[in-house]
């Protein structure tokens, strides 16, 4: 069965050394599923090395509408991850907007 009301996007950016994620991957990428008519997002995933970074990012970003930018999210992340890939997540958000905007 198709799915006609979502679209996926992913976001990519480099990580910055020191990471446990830099030993497997070269860059961070967030995916998300994202209503379309709405932008508002479903699931989120990322490439951080642990299950519960994933899973914090996932709950962080559960329900954040992207349709007029990912100000929000940002902000989300400044105030509530304090971990070394805050600047790549940031990146990678503003990446995946791109892609929003391009769809």
Request: net charge negative.
């Amino acid at each position: 069965m198709a799915i006609y009301h979502t679209t996926f996007i992913a976001g990519h950016a480099r990580l910055p050394q020191g990471m446990a994620a830099k030993s497997v991957f070269d860059s961070l990428t967030i995916t998300t599923e994202v209503d379309v008519e709405h932008g508002v997002i479903l699931v989120a995933s990322c490439t951080l090395a642990t299950d519960h970074g994933r899973d914090f990012i996932h709950n962080l970003l559960k329900g954040v509408c992207i349709k007029d930018g990912v100000e929000e999210a940002i902000q989300l992340i400044e105030k509530h991850y304090k971990g070394k890939a805050t600047n790549a997540l940031i990146a990678a958000l503003k990446d995946l907007y791109r892609q929003f905007e391009a769809t």
